[in-house]
Each structure stands twice: as structure tokens, then as C-alpha cells.
């Protein structure tokens, strides 16, 4: 991959490397002993996270030539969180400052982003499953479809936040200075805060633990938040289901069978204890 455009950019004395991604449009630059991240046409959500403090510093944003524009972050010595570290309170404190912060919400919006309601969503997922086949060939979709219908009032009149929706232990970083961090937010929406919390607790906090880590976030446990999770999670499973079929990826369609297969097997116990 050439990078002799960013040495025009930035100055021929930084030494470029690719970081990887399935964009391919982000680099580390190397100078001396200072490093940076680089991206090219990054959101300008970017600034707004820095801002508050969720993503590393940004630096400086410079428009190049041909109407690019290329951000530049601090570059912090991090790693990726372990999966069992996910239970951690600081994991619930940074989740609640997103899903509190009105100035990521005012950003979102004027970024053009309007919430998505779980009524949508539902006709989204059935017309979705009608067309791929799903609903003819698994009789667990029919069940989950059937279940989202029968939740679904459960997920209304919710206020909308800035959600996440890809809370995986490899986008939380933490530094050798204890600071924690949330990066890779091109999935992110205003919806539920139930949708992201539903992704840490099913998938990584042990269910005798549920009550622990909400009481840190901020919120109780009841029986109309369990509905609202596993909501989120069936509809998450069933929108990879159908996205894995459009790709012709039978072995990930399985891998979402058998998370549909989980998640059916266990909404009951606990939004209707």
C-alpha cells in the first residue's frame, strides 16, 4: 500500500505504516520517539468523543488537497480488554457517560441520525427473514420473530441515547495508566442504552452478577429491562442470520443459529421471573 500521500501531507521525516482494518485508511506515523494514529475521513464524531473523553486525544484535523480529511489521535501504549474484564465497573461507569452525554447525542443528530425504534426494526427483521427464506427454513426464526412480537410493546417509549452496538472486549482499550477507552464507532445509533447493555451482560457478566454491574451503571433490574435486552439480542441475532445468508456464509449462518438457539432457550427465566 503506498503512503506517499500522507508524507506529502504530514512531512516526509514521519516513517507510515498501514494499522490494519477493513478500511485500510488508518496508519501509524512514527517520528523520533513520538508516534500518532492516523485516519482518513473519520467522522465528525470523532472530535465529540475526544472531547468527552471516550476515544484517545484527538490531535489535529487537516483537509488534504482532494477533499480528504485526515484526523491525527494521541497514540496510547493499550491493550484490549479480556473478555472477563468486561465485568469490571469501569466498564459500566464509561457505558452510563455515553448513554448520559446529551453532547454526543446533539452531535448524532446533527450529523443527520434520527433514533431507530424497535417497531421498525421488527418490520425490518420479518420482511428481511420472508425474503431470504429464513422464516421458511428455521423454525427457531419463526419462534424469535414470534417472541420480538410478543416483547415489543415492552420496548417502547424508551428515551434514545447514543448507542454503541458492537461492545466487544477488542474495542475497549485500557492504557498502562489505567485510563479505558471505547474505540471502533462506526456502528454507533440512537436507540435503547438496553441494546448495549444487553451485549455485556448476556455475552460477558455472569447472570448472578446482572443485578451488581447495573447497580454500577446506574439502573435496577426488573422484569421490563430484561424483556428490552433480550429484545435487542434476539433482533441482533436475527439481522446477522439474514446478513450472513445475503453474504452466502453458511457456517456464520449456524454460528447465529446456535446464539438464536441460546437466547430462546433462556429469555424466559429471566423476563418472567
Request: glycine share 6%; aromatic share 10%; with cysteine.
Amino acid at each position: 500500500m503506498h503512503v506517499n500521500w500522507l508524507n506529502k501531507a504530514i512531512g516526509k521525516e514521519w516513517n507510515i505504516t498501514p494499522a490494519g482494518g477493513l478500511t485500510g485508511d488508518a496508519y501509524i506515523a512514527e517520528r523520533h520517539n513520538q508516534r500518532i494514529f492516523l485516519k482518513r475521513n473519520s467522522s465528525p464524531f470523532l472530535a465529540v468523543l475526544s472531547a468527552e473523553g471516550i476515544v484517545p486525544k484527538l490531535m489535529w484535523t487537516k483537509r488534504l488537497e482532494n477533499g480528504d480529511v485526515l484526523t491525527a489521535q494521541e497514540w496510547l501504549e493499550a491493550r484490549e480488554l479480556k473478555a472477563e474484564e468486561m465485568q469490571h465497573p469501569h466498564v459500566a461507569n464509561l457505558l452510563n457517560q455515553i448513554h448520559q452525554s446529551s453532547e454526543l447525542l446533539h452531535m448524532l443528530l446533527r450529523m443527520g441520525k434520527t433514533a431507530v425504534t424497535s417497531d421498525e426494526t421488527y418490520q425490518r427483521i420479518v420482511g428481511w427473514s420472508q425474503e431470504n427464506g429464513l422464516l421458511k427454513n428455521y423454525d427457531e426464526v419463526t419462534h424469535a420473530i414470534r417472541v420480538l412480537d410478543e416483547l415489543l410493546p415492552a420496548t417502547r417509549g424508551q428515551e434514545p441515547v447514543v448507542c454503541h452496538c458492537d461492545l466487544n472486549h477488542n474495542n475497549l482499550l485500557l492504557t498502562q495508566t489505567g485510563e479505558l477507552y471505547l474505540i471502533d464507532w462506526d456502528n454507533a445509533m440512537i436507540a435503547d442504552p438496553a441494546m448495549d447493555i444487553g451485549l455485556v451482560l448476556k455475552w460477558y457478566v455472569p447472570v448472578q452478577y446482572w443485578g451488581e454491574w447495573l447497580q454500577q451503571y446506574g439502573m435496577q433490574q426488573d422484569t421490563q429491562l430484561m424483556k428490552r435486552m433480550y429484545w435487542y439480542l434476539l433482533a441482533d441475532a436475527l439481522h446477522y442470520m439474514n446478513w450472513h445468508t445475503i453474504r452466502n456464509e453458511p457456517h456464520k449462518v449456524e454460528e447465529r443459529l446456535d446464539t438464536l438457539k441460546e437466547l430462546l432457550r433462556t429469555y424466559k427465566s429471566k423476563c418472567y421471573e
